[in-house]
Antibody, heavy 121, light 109 residues
Framework: EVQLVESGGGLVQPGGSLRLSCAAS????????MDWVRQAPGKGLEWVGR??????????EYAASVKGRFTISRDDSKNSLYLQMNSLKTEDTAVYYC????????????WGRGTLVTVSS | SYVLTQPPSVSVAPGKTARITCGGN??????VHWYQQKPGQAPVLVIY???DRPSGIPERFSGSNSGNTATLTISRVEAGDEADYYC????????????FGGGTKLTVL
């Protein structure tokens, strides 16, 4: 089955860190760009960032709101995507989705079910 | 940064046609993608590149894009179409290159 499954969410204090994972299956993970998109409770979708594939040197891009605090990485041998979140703020509270992107493109054709991150003291 | 504007809500009776707009400056020059999100679920791509449908999406879903407005059209609306719909574009000049609209809640009366 073609799917993405996120894990690693939870409650963390402001200033803390958390690492999210996304396990891919059913497709050739290494061919695709992979993105993280988040959704604050009751709000709309916000792009977090992306990692490109090996053919494009695994380059990354980030939204201005998370640049310098969040790091996206991937392990193609494990079909896995990661989001390292540092210096977390209350406004980072959201459901975090991993999403698949066709290489060289900018839309999301497969999404995971998401994992909730709550930043609160 | 680039802004996409959607109406917060649209209501339609079953069997009728729903039109959800997405406004942006010269959006007709960009490629617009649309997602459906039902409560508690992940978004699903329903239209990409203005008017293309992924496999498995009913032909009742169609899209258009011209000038300052892109439109998602759902024909013969069913109760199961009730959801939030988001438009999305790529804006190379923005520090947020992926831009989503604020979302439209489609209510089937």
């Amino acid at each position: 089955e073609v799917q993405l499954v996120e894990s690693g969410g939870g409650l963390v204090q402001p200033g803390g860190s958390l690492r999210l994972s996304c396990a891919a299956s059913g497709f050739t993970f290494s061919d695709h760009y992979m993105d993280w998109v988040r959704q604050a409770p009751g709000k709309g979708l916000e792009w977090v960032g992306r990692t490109r594939n090996k053919a494009n040197s695994y380059t990354t891009e980030y939204a201005a709101s998370v640049k310098g605090r969040f790091t996206i990485s991937r392990d193609d041998s494990k079909n896995s995507l990661y989001l390292q979140m540092n210096s977390l703020k209350t406004e980072d509270t959201a459901v975090y989705y991993c999403a698949r992107t066709p290489a060289l493109d900018w839309y999301f054709d497969l999404w995971g079910r998401g994992t909730l991150v709550t930043v609160s003291s | 940064s680039y802004v996409l504007t959607q109406p917060p809500s649209v209501s339609v009776a079953p069997g009728k046609t729903a039109r959800i707009t997405c406004g942006g400056n010269n959006i007709g020059s960009k490629s617009v993608h649309w997602y459906q999100q039902k409560p508690g679920q992940a978004p699903v791509l329903v239209i990409y590149y203005d008017s293309d449908r992924p496999s498995g999406i009913p032909e009742r879903f169609s899209g258009s894009n011209s000038g300052n407005t892109a439109t998602l059209t759902i024909s013969r609306v069913e109760a199961g179409d009730e959801a939030d719909y988001y438009c999305q574009v790529w804006d190379s000049s923005s520090d947020h290159p992926v831009v989503f609209g604020g979302g439209t809640k489609l209510t089937v009366l």
